[in-house]
């Protein structure tokens, strides 16, 4: 279905008066009634507010959005234009519950009407999807999910059970794709793929493949429908169906409508296939591929054994004996190494052995040959004693001197030597510092081979020498 765009002359066209009794002799036009009826319904219903549950949605690649509106009772197609996406606040999905604004037109080319939606919002969960929701959750609480009961296909497969309708297109697609990859036995279950009684089929479908002699059991079993409404795909989410799939002992494929389209049976399988073209491309690999695989093998195997004799023939050439001379020399080398190592093992053999007798003999001596021997032995002792202490005490001596000269380095005396002089005041008390001096009328200057008095006079100094009979040799020095 597609959205209606009136030419200047279809417009004008449809201004004709409306049919009634008066004008039943004339004779209308199939255009001239359908854009007649086209106006009566836009004008009738202008803009109208409608509730109802999306169905069979579909995104076309133009960009406009194509689904119904349903209730218990009847559908209403519905039309989303693409140029109306950016007011677009709230994803549509299959199931969801909403309420639009529309305004309501026909299609004359179809002889149908549609709703050209303007806006919606949500107006609450879908029945049949909230159901699903619950179901799935249930099922996934139960395990029946879970990755670790995933079985994984055979990798070539000699027989291929599929369970779909006889009549659809779907087993044409999957029996000539399996011809193109791998031609394999195939078995197909027909069943209904939708309406009442769809899902109690496949049930039985799955549980009669497994019920099989092991020789008669197909390797993997292919479940397919093409693509169809969210209502139409209802049967592959039924809990039998799904409890049927976790059961069974075969791998199962699951191939249900497009890409986009989800059932239960999907979460549950051991893999999902987007299509069911896809489903026969996962089921066998490619016959000219593995062809193709195999030549490369063998031919690489080939080449390996060439390769491997020719590094055999190699070690072969390489393997010529030596000289004889080379062969007995290193022998003979590793045979006196051996013997020199035997003596040594042999000569700490018996020194262990003399030394064992020996402590063994002493054992049996008598008293006074032990007390002598036990005499020898602490003289020898005292002998290596002596010695050590000897050694230590020049050491010690060694270090004291060291230290003594380091004393006499430190010392005042050897500092007076280097030009320092000691000046002492009254009582022999040390002056430090010019004030102290001026303090004193006297007092003495230590220099390293004797000692001076001095007595402060304003900016001069007198020097006496210690040696009274020196006095007369005073002078005044600046």
């Known amino acids: 279905m597609s959205g209606v765009q009136l030419t200047q002359e279809q417009e004008s066209s449809s201004c004709v008066p409306m049919p009634n009794a008066s004008s039943a002799e004339r004779i209308f036009s199939v255009s001239e009634l359908s854009f007649a009826l086209k106006k009566i319904v836009e004008n009738t219903f202008e803009l109208v507010c409608v509730r109802g549950e999306i169905s069979n949605l579909r995104l076309h690649t133009s960009g406009h959005i194509y689904f119904a509106l349903k209730d218990d009772h009847a559908v209403l197609d519905a039309v989303y234009w693409k140029g109306a996406l950016r007011a677009r606040h709230l994803p549509l999905e299959e199931g969801l519950e909403i309420r639009c604004w529309a305004h309501l037109t026909t299609y004359p080319a179809r002889s149908k009407y549609q709703l050209v939606v303007e806006r919606y919002e949500l107006a609450g969960q879908g029945a049949i999807l909230k159901m699903l929701e619950e179901r799935k959750h249930r099922l996934r609480r139960e395990g029946l999910f879970d990755q670790e009961h995933k079985k994984p296909l055979p990798f070539l497969p000699h027989k291929i059970g599929i369970v779909t309708s006889p009549t659809g297109a779907v087993l044409q697609d999957i029996l000539h794709r399996l011809a193109d990859r791998f031609p394999v036995s195939v078995v197909v279950w027909s069943v209904l793929v939708q309406g009442e009684g769809a899902a109690t089929q496949v049930a039985d479908a799955v549980c009669g493949f497994n019920a099989l002699q092991p020789g008669d059991r197909p390797d993997v079993l292919i479940i397919a429908r093409g693509g169809g409404s969210f209502e139409d795909l209802l049967p592959f989410s039924e809990e039998k169906v799904v409890r049927a799939v976790f059961k069974s002992e ?91 190592r035997l003596t040594a093992c042999m000569r700490t053999f018996w020194e262990s052995k003399r030394l064992a007798a020996m402590h063994l003999s002493i054992r049996g001596q008598a008293p006074s040959d032990r007390l002598l021997m036990w005499h020898k032995h602490v003289e020898m002792l005292d002998f290596r004693l002596r010695k050590m202490i000897h050694v230590l005490s020049d050491a010690r001596r060694t270090a004291l001197l060291r230290i003594a000269e380091l004393l006499e380095r430190a010392s005042f005396e050897h500092l007076l030597k280097r030009g320092f002089a000691l000046v002492q005041g009254t009582h022999g008390r040390l002056i430090t510092s010019a004030a102290e001096a001026r303090e004193n009328v006297l007092f003495d200057v230590v220099f390293h081979d004797d000692a001076c008095r001095v007595a402060p006079i304003k900016d001069k100094r007198r020097v006496f020498p210690s040696c009274p009979c020196e006095q007369e040799h005073f002078r005044w020095k600046a």
Request: net charge negative.
């Open 250 to 340: 075969i791998p199962v494929v699951s191939a249900i409508g497009h890409e986009t389209d989800t059932t239960l049976i999907d979460f549950v399988a051991d893999v999902r296939a987007p299509t069911p073209t896809a489903a026969a491309e996962l089921a066998v690999p490619v016959r000219r591929t593995l062809l193709a695989t195999l030549d490369a093998l063998n031919h690489q195997l080939g080449q390996a054994l060439m390769h491997h004799a020719d590094r055999k023939s190699h070690r072969l050439s390489a393997c010529s004996l030596p000289p004889a001379w080379r062969i007995i020399g290193s022998k003979a080398q590793d045979l006196d190494r051996s013997a020199d």
